[in-house]
């Protein structure tokens, strides 16, 4: 009885963690010599020609220049002159993942359904070798999965712009099974700059709820 229990219980689990908020988690890594004179300076982006004419590139450069206004910097324009320069690197790739794990499995669990009045009260009329619940412990059998799993990352650099030093240097990456970059961009440039500015090599691990 307690094995029936023992299944319910963790196929309830399992629903339960089906409902659960999907989250992307990234690993962050910052190295910073940030001047406090710098913070709500004007800031420009370093691109070339092809950077310039590509369109996914000036999406994330549009995210970026998102969080940077968040945090209080401001375009480089007319009668602005920039103080800080902006670099964006990113890219993905994926590898095939196998895992082997170990299943519960009841062999007498489909009597179960045929029988739904019958319970341990009724078992002193019977004899244990008719009984289709008396059995021993579950057995455990080998379930093979396969999937894609994507490494995507995304580095910043903001430098001085007349002395070209660099003043934070970010790195995020993150694993997931999502293979689209544009899908997750947002999560990854918002990472980026939590807790900005951060110390100097500064490693920790950020987790955003996933938005439908």
């Given at each position: 009885m ?9 196929t309830?689990?399992?629903l ?18 940030w ?20 369109l ?22 007319p009668?602005?002159?920039?103080k800080i320069?902006v670099?964006?690197?990113?890219g ?11 299943v ?14 019958y319970g341990?009260r ?7 070798f ?12 080998y ?17 001085h ?9 970010v790195?995020?990456v993150?694993e ?9 961009m947002?999560y990854?440039v918002r ?22």
């Amino acid at each position: 009885m307690k094995y029936r229990w023992l299944i319910l219980l963790a196929t309830a689990m399992t629903l339960l963690s089906g409902c659960a908020a999907q989250k992307i988690r990234s690993d962050v890594t910052v190295f910073a010599e940030w001047p406090a004179e710098m913070q709500g300076a004007p800031f420009t982006f370093a691109r070339n020609e092809a950077q310039g004419n590509d369109l996914e590139y000036r999406s994330y450069e549009n995210l970026v220049a998102g969080e940077l206004r968040r945090l209080g910097f401001v375009d480089a324009g007319p009668g602005r002159q920039a103080k800080i320069k902006v670099t964006i690197g990113y890219g993905i790739n994926g590898r095939d993942v196998r895992i082997v794990q170990p299943v519960v499995i009841d062999p007498f669990w489909p009597h179960h359904a045929y029988w739904p009045y019958y319970g341990p009260r009724w078992r002193r009329y019977y004899s244990p070798f008719y009984d289709p619940f008396w059995h021993g412990p579950p057995t455990v059998a080998y379930q093979e999965s396969q999937y894609e799993l994507f490494r995507r990352q995304l580095k910043v650099v903001l430098a001085h712009a007349d002395t070209g030093k660099t003043l934070y240097d970010v790195t995020v990456v993150s694993e997931g099974r999502n293979g689209s970059l544009p899908a997750v961009m947002p999560y990854l440039v918002r990472s980026a700059f939590s807790e900005f500015p951060s110390k100097n090599g500064t490693i920790r691990r950020v987790e955003l709820e996933l938005r439908e």
